[in-house]
C-alpha cells in the first residue's frame, strides 16, 4: 500500500511554499503524482493574478524534483469544490487556517470539512513552520473509535517508515467492547502485523483537554507528525462543545493526518 495519488490545495497563504515542499517530499517517497487544484472563490476576493503566480511556484519547485504534476483551476466554494476532487485522491495536502485572520476562513477549504465530504484522509500542516521529517516520529491519538481507526489504517504507509511510533490513549475507559484490558495494546499488535513497532502509551486529561494533552506529548516527543481520527462525536456536538478536533485544528504545532 502506498499513496500514489495526492492532492494538495493550493491557495494564497502565506506558508504554501512549505506545503508544496511537504507534497514534493512525499510525492518523491511513494513515486506519487501530484495534483495541484486552486479554487477561485465566489467571494472574487482572490488577488489579482494569484492563480498564475500560484501555478509557477507549484509547477517550478516540483518541477525542479521531478515530480509528475497536474494543474486544476475550478470555480465556486472552496468546501464542495475540494470535497468533489478529494475523492479521487489517496491523500489529501491542506494547510492550517490561520486562527489570527479568520476573515479568509470563507474563501478557504476547511481541512476538517474535506475529512468529513470526501472520505479521504488529510494531511493539514501548520500555517507557520517547517517541516523537513515529516512521519520520521510520530505520535498517534487512539480513542478506540471508527475515526481513530480510519485514521490510523490510512497512515500505515507513513508508519511503516517511521523511525518510532507512539500510540497514547487519554483518558482510556477499560472495557471489554473498546479500550481492553490494556488501552492500545490491539491497536499496537495490529499495527506490528504491518511491520510498525510502536509504544503504547495512556495519559489523564486532568481538566485541560485531550487536545491540550495530545499536543504536549507531541511536543515532549519531537514528534512530527500527529495521526488521529476527525470529529469522533456528532460535528454538530463537536462545534458546540469543542473537542480534540477544533483544539488541534487551531493550536497545531506539527502536522495532522486526520479521517473520518
Known amino acids: 500500500?502506498?499513496?500514489?495519488?495526492?492532492?494538495?490545495?493550493?491557495?494564497?497563504?502565506?506558508?504554501?511554499a512549505e506545503r508544496i515542499l511537504v507534497a514534493g517530499d512525499l510525492a518523491q517517497?511513494?513515486?506519487?503524482?501530484?495534483?495541484?487544484?486552486?479554487?477561485?472563490?465566489?467571494?472574487?476576493?482572490?488577488?489579482?493574478?494569484?492563480?498564475?503566480?500560484?501555478?509557477?511556484?507549484?509547477?517550478?519547485?516540483?518541477?525542479?524534483?521531478?515530480?509528475?504534476?497536474?494543474?486544476?483551476?475550478?470555480?465556486?466554494?472552496?468546501?464542495?469544490?475540494?470535497?468533489?476532487?478529494?475523492?479521487?485522491?489517496?491523500?489529501?495536502?491542506?494547510?492550517?487556517?490561520?486562527?489570527?485572520?479568520?476573515?479568509?476562513?470563507?474563501d478557504c477549504a476547511r481541512p476538517e470539512d474535506i475529512a468529513l465530504s470526501s472520505g479521504r484522509p488529510v494531511l493539514v500542516v501548520p500555517y507557520v513552520g517547517h517541516y523537513p521529517t515529516l512521519g520520521q516520529r510520530v505520535l498517534i491519538g487512539w480513542d478506540a473509535s471508527r475515526e481513530a481507526t480510519r485514521a490510523i489504517n490510512d497512515a500505515i504507509p507513513l508508519l511503516a517508515a517511521a523511525s518510532s511510533v507512539t500510540v497514547l490513549s487519554v483518558d482510556p475507559v477499560i472495557s471489554r467492547d473498546e479500550h481492553g484490558e490494556i488501552p492500545g495494546a490491539d491497536i499496537a499488535r495490529h499495527l506490528s502485523r504491518h511491520g510498525v513497532d510502536a509504544r503504547i502509551e495512556s495519559a489523564p486529561s486532568a481538566g485541560v483537554g485531550v487536545g491540550d494533552v495530545l499536543l504536549s506529548r507531541a511536543?515532549?516527543?519531537?514528534?512530527?507528525?500527529?495521526?488521529?481520527?476527525?470529529?469522533?462525536?456528532?460535528?454538530?456536538?463537536?462545534?458546540?462543545?469543542?473537542?480534540?478536533?477544533?483544539?488541534?485544528?487551531?493550536?497545531?504545532?506539527?502536522?495532522?493526518?486526520?479521517?473520518?
Open 219 to 260: 511536543a515532549d516527543l519531537s514528534a512530527d507528525l500527529l495521526v488521529m481520527g476527525a470529529y469522533a462525536h456528532p460535528r454538530v456536538r463537536e462545534l458546540v462543545l469543542g473537542g480534540a478536533t477544533r483544539t488541534i485544528l487551531q493550536s497545531m504545532t506539527v502536522p495532522v493526518f486526520m479521517a473520518h
Open 29 to 106: 517517497r511513494f513515486d506519487a503524482h501530484v495534483t495541484g487544484l486552486y479554487v477561485t472563490p465566489v467571494s472574487g476576493l482572490e488577488a489579482p493574478d494569484a492563480a498564475e503566480r500560484l501555478y509557477d511556484m507549484f509547477t517550478d519547485r516540483l518541477g525542479r524534483r521531478g515530480v509528475a504534476v497536474e494543474w486544476r483551476i475550478a470555480r465556486g466554494f472552496p468546501i464542495d469544490v475540494a470535497g468533489v476532487h478529494a475523492r479521487y485522491a489517496d491523500l489529501v495536502i491542506l494547510g492550517q487556517l490561520d486562527p489570527t485572520e479568520p476573515q479568509k476562513a470563507v
Open 1 to 16: 500500500m502506498a499513496y500514489k495519488d495526492l492532492l494538495l490545495v493550493v491557495d494564497d497563504s502565506p506558508n504554501m
